[in-house]
């Protein structure tokens, strides 16, 4: 499935009245095609193994997120003490949670355009960063929640599936959030700020806090104050370097956010070990959200 979710992001950092600043044009698309050649492919190690035996994979015709803030930061971010420089593509919202906020809603499976105005934090001057270069080690991206439609195989068109308590079914397409599916793999993750992924500053991918503990701001969660919601770790990410432009000149940032939802769906007999009964459990593939990609090129 090749479709494309374009978000022209444009930002002008170039006082009129300052000579001495360059401009700098954000762009970014969201996608679920790949942006890497590494390919996922259906191995043991790929499957679960609590579940009974493995159906099928599905992929969903609709994939969007609820996104609370996704962006750049060069180093932990504390607020009593900080100097982190902060890029972000939406600012987060920390006196109320904007489940219902469509300007927050993006498509990464249809062709639609929105416009989003990027956030720069840190040590700033007449607009922009007063770093000439930034090392921006952590790619983060924080979605509120993940909506889905799949078709489901037909032979599941008059069996009522009991896993699921607030997904609906309408022609055979199951339409879900993601925290059904998620608590099956991780039963202590929180419906709310579910999903708190953390790229970079690590050399494996793993989640932090599986059992719902607290975790202060660190390494493992650069830019949070004390949380219990669930983090996530990746290494799949190369550090994006930030250089400013010169006097008058323009560079134009080309920024991609991937995820793949190719067989992101498993589907398994359950308990009873039989394929397409009621007790068949459907959740995401391991490790998920290595299929999660940003990539942000300057030129």
């Known amino acids: 499935m090749k479709t494309l979710f374009y978000i022209l992001l444009t930002i ?66 504390s607020h009593s003490n900080n100097d982190a420089q902060m890029l972000q593509y939406m600012e987060q919202n920390s006196e109320k949670l904007p489940f219902d906020d469509l300007s927050r809603i993006v498509d990464f499976s249809e062709n639609k355009t929105v416009t989003f105005n990027p956030i720069l934090y840190g040590r700033m001057k007449d607009g922009q960063f007063v770093d000439k270069q930034i090392n921006f080690t952590y790619f983060y991206f924080m979605p509120i929640y993940f909506y889905q439609e799949v078709q489901l195989p037909a032979e599941y068109k008059n069996v009522q599936l009991n896993m699921f308590t607030s997904a609906s079914v309408n022609n055979n397409v199951l339409k879900v959030r993601h925290i059904e599916m998620l608590n099956k793999i991780l039963p202590n993750a929180k419906t709310i700020h579910a999903f708190n992924f953390f790229f970079g500053n690590t050399d494996s991918t793993f989640v932090v806090n599986p059992n719902g503990e607290t975790v ?84």
């Open 12 to 77: 002008v950092l170039l006082s009129s009245c300052k000579k001495e600043s360059g401009t700098v044009i954000y762009k970014i698309n969201f996608t679920t095609d790949k942006i890497t050649s590494k390919s996922l492919k259906l191995e043991t190690d790929n499957l679960y193994t609590q579940f009974g035996d493995y159906i099928t994979s599905l992929t969903p015709s609709k994939f969007t997120a609820s996104i609370w803030t996704v962006g750049y930061v060069d180093t932990v971010f």
């Open 216 to 299: 202060l701001t660190s390494e493992n969660n650069p830019i949070s104050d004390a949380t219990n919601d669930l983090i996530i770790r990746s290494n799949k990410y190369t550090n994006m370097i930030y250089n400013a432009p010169l006097s008058g000149e323009t560079i134009v940032m080309n920024g991609v956010l991937s995820f793949d939802s190719k067989d992101l769906i498993q589907v398994y007999a359950g308990a009873d070990n039989v394929p397409y009964t009621s007790d068949d459990i459907f959740v995401y593939a391991p490790k998920f959200w290595e299929r999660i990609n940003s990539r942000l090129d300057i030129i």
